[in-house]
């Protein structure tokens, strides 16, 4: 890893071969008196199967886009990154553990950029860093648990996470998580997500939006500036 990096390390590792006619297939199927593996073989027309989907996408039909699941695999990022995205519980996660994998010197961490940018301040955190990893090396050598020792660890502590959700799931978290009342970090991670799944699925892109794209207005206290908010 390069000496404290920011950025977060994020891989689409799996996700289904045929996406849109997948998806296609189950929204005409709700509409069709044909098989669906008639309209799944049939399905070859994109323009076609992308004007359904926005339909019923549109209309609040979600459930034709939760049969397709993704996963990511996830590293770089702090635990203060990741204790958010465990809050989404349509999602699964296989995260590193601070019981089983003892830190073994100084551990990684992640500096927040606007530490960063301030010399003296990023010193003093460093300098911190050091005295933590000092602390947690000195309890685990006296034999105390790493379950334990780890509670001396900061919510910078770099960690790594596997995570797999549907799509419909991966769509509410972009919206609330591109928007720029998220967190930077967490903003980072998903819009990371969001890219490396656009890079094979092109057409995702209007959905993988913070929300205010999708509603056409900002429905937050106080607006960006990206959408207005609606005059009541
Ligand atoms: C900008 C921002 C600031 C935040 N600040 C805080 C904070 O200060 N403190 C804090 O504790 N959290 C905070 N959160 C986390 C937030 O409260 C949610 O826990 C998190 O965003 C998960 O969102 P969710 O519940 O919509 O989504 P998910 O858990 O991903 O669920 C998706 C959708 O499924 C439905 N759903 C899921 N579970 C249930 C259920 N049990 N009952 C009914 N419907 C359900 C809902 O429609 C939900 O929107 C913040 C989140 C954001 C984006």
């Not at 720029?180 to 995702?204: F, G, H, N, S």
Request: with cysteine; glycine share 4%.
């Amino acid at each position: 890893m390069e000496e404290h990096n920011n950025k977060p390390v994020v891989h689409l590792i799996s996700k289904p071969e045929n996406m849109l006619k997948t998806i296609y297939t189950a929204a005409r199927t709700c509409y069709s008196a044909d098989m669906p593996i008639n309209i799944y073989n049939a399905s070859d027309d994109e323009e076609k199967m992308l004007k359904l989907i926005e339909r019923v996408v549109g209309s609040g039909h979600y459930s034709v886009i939760e049969h397709i699941q993704v996963t990511f695999a996830i590293s770089n990022v702090s635990r203060a990154c990741t204790h958010q995205l465990v809050r989404h519980r349509h999602m699964s996660f296989s995260q590193k553990s601070q019981r089983y994998v003892k830190e073994k010197g100084q551990f990684d961490y992640l500096i927040p950029p606007t530490i960063e940018k301030n010399e003296e301040l990023k010193q003093k955190f460093i300098d911190f860093m050091g005295e933590i990893s000092q602390k947690y090396t000195e309890f685990v050598e006296a034999g105390i648990p790493a379950e334990d020792a780890r509670a001396v660890l900061p919510n910078a502590c770099a960690t790594s996470i596997v995570t797999s959700m549907n799509l419909r799931e991966l769509i509410h978290v972009a919206n609330l998580r591109l928007c720029t009342r998220a967190q930077y970090e967490i903003r980072m991670m998903v819009k990371a997500m969001c890219d490396e799944l656009i890079k094979v699925e092109p057409w995702l892109k209007p959905y993988l939006v913070p929300k205010c794209e999708r509603l056409g207005y900002c429905d937050e206290d106080k607006s960006c500036g990206r959408k207005q908010k609606l005059e009541l």
